[in-house]
């Protein structure tokens, strides 16, 4: 029985078309990794499930996971991450459910899916797989500190869950309409299962985390750009260290700072206010300093899902006049968008 | 064939008296388990062994494993800590000695003695144990920023490997010999084998490391203090992000700043000049401003091993002047360091 695959993997060594499991999540932040997969891999998913209680949905059609099977798909992906990554109890059975229907399960929570019995033992009696995605490859080095060649860009967030790896993979693709060879390094599950490639950054063992980073975006030529999922925040009272590992060892020369328009407060930590724009930038600014001075910030990505299309256009220009810096929603694009790309690419701006 | 032990065991529970082993290293600052077993648990040493090859030595008298267990000796601590945490083929045969000596073997370094073959055989074969104090506990939560009960003091260093430990055990023991409730509450392998308990902050995955700093220091009576031993640096361009979890999870009152005087490279990493005090302790406040809004620097420990008493007493008194704060050497004690211990215990001072 396959337990884990190495995280280098082939996008087609993972079994698809995908069925995207909900669990009971009511809080759609949590819900990223399945809307990531049908925003950045839409062909290759044929629907949802999810427990009777879930208030999140994709807009994929609703599937058991037999009529799934019946449609085409090979495994089912959990597609949310409660915090902790903890599989609650009351899951269990509909995982066994898409085991019994002919469907291999795909996880990248901090449990693992190999890691629970019932779904081990109805894995073995069924000969279905169990796909840990967030196990890191093993002999990750210390990170050396070493200037590399190519550029990189790294997104960097006021907190998490609001648009890093969007932000990232809608500059890959930006980058690459204009004919530059670029590639989206992933860095947390949804982006490993997009990409079919990356190391997930915050299940590495502490003193290795830079260094991951490092073999994340290794050397590359001159005209390459690496563009980095970011992940957590470094103002975040549980996850800043990953932050900061993952800035350190990518070494960017381009930060672009994701932020949501009208989040105030840090997702999950009520207490904890979010930190400025500008704070943002200049703490990633003089942290980053630290592993490559030419570090500079080329604009601002802001998640405006919430807001109608005028006045996303007003807080966009507005946000732009305050900083100075280009600032855009990827997910709108358009001239915005447009001149954010032209700022991560030009050269000698500091 | 007992191969772990929790971090929260009590340090009888370790077989003792220890023989300290030094591998074939020629560094001194990576002996520094060594060290501090010879500085902080003396009367639990018996001597110290190593390869032909070792420049290093702690003073003690050089024993053979056999010598060491006639001596009373029950196990033999693998005393240093190479870059990356591996051990060298050339040390197995002298491990293996050891075991065939009747002494267990004690390991905290990120290799795992019970993943290496051939001492994994041995110890079978010869009813020995295999003990590695760096597995971290199971269950450590992600963490949660609530502001927790008492008082704690954490040791913040410019660079690794310059007495963030010592200079805790020495502020813990001071503050005991004022008759205040302090514990020392360990971060790495040989505060932990000192200590006989604690987390490896640097063998967490990097998810749960402030949530380990949080657990390591729970809520405690207001006159209570923890005493928090330091980890890498929030400069160091492999270990920061280590750094910072500790920092954001231990929300500490007051700080320490741990220097070595002339150290201005980071040690293993040419390349990088190491950050001046000034800048240290400035980084230090802005980011532990995040968890607890109070901290404060309440002055700097500097290590002037390298230094005849007289010279080494005019570098503190101008550094003292230079920063406008207490600045001793806890291994020289002294005036300067009651001035320090004063400034930590201190009120109101903000």
């Keep these: 029985m396959q337990t884990a695959v190495p995280s280098s993997l082939d996008a087609d060594m993972l079994p698809q078309p995908y069925l995207l499991f909900l669990g009971d999540t009511v809080e759609p932040s949590y819900a990223k990794t399945a809307f990531g997969l049908r925003d950045w891999a839409r062909d290759r998913c044929v629907g949802e499930f999810a427990c009777d209680t879930a208030q999140v949905t994709t ?27 903890r599989i609650p109890a009351a899951w269990i059975p509909l995982l066994i459910q898409a085991l019994e229907s002919g469907l291999d ?7 693992r899916l190999s890691g629970i019995e019932p779904l081990r033992n109805a894995a073995r009696a069924l000969g279905r797989r169990l796909i840990d995605v967030r ?13 590399r060649t190519g550029n990189r860009l790294l997104t960097v967030g006021t907190d998490c869950a609001l648009g890093k790896k969007y932000t990232a993979l809608a500059l890959t693709r930006a980058f690459r309409a204009r004919g530059i060879d670029a ?14 490639a990356g190391i997930p950054m915050d299940a590495v063992v502490a003193d290795f985390a830079a260094g991951a980073a490092e073999t994340l975006s290794p050397d590359a030529d001159a005209a390459h750009w690496d563009v980095i999922e970011g992940q957590g925040s470094l103002s975040h009272p549980a996850y800043a260290g990953v932050s900061l590992a993952l800035l350190h060892g990518s070494q960017p020369d381009v930060i672009v700072v994701c932020h949501e328009y009208g989040r105030d407060r840090v997702l999950g930590y009520p207490h904890y206010p979010l930190p400025s724009i500008e704070d943002t930038i200049a703490l990633a600014l003089t942290l980053g300093a630290r592993t490559n001075p030419a570090i500079r ?22 946000t732009a006049e305050r900083l100075g810096l280009p600032v855009a929603d990827p997910i709108r694009g358009g001239d915005a968008f447009t001149a954010l790309v032209d700022a991560c690419l030009a050269r000698g701006v500091r």
């Excluded at 807009?59 to 959990?78: D, E, K, N, T, Y």
């Excluded at 795909?106 to 449990?111: A, D, E």
């Design 59 to 85: 807009g994929l059609p609703f599937l058991s996971p037999a009529q799934a099977q019946q449609a085409g798909a090979r495994a089912m992906v959990i597609g949310v991450a409660n915090p902790g990554g």
């Design 105 to 111: 399960l795909i996880g990248g929570m901090h449990m």
């Design 135 to 147: 196990d890191p490859p093993p002999h990750i080095p210390v990170a050396s500190g070493a200037k």
């Design 183 to 196: 590639d989206f390094r992933a860095t947390g599950q949804t982006g490993i299962l997009i990409a079919g």
């Design 297 to 318: 910030c080329a604009g601002i990505s802001v998640n405006t899902a919430g807001l109608d299309h005028d006045t996303a256009q007003r807080v966009l220009a507005a």
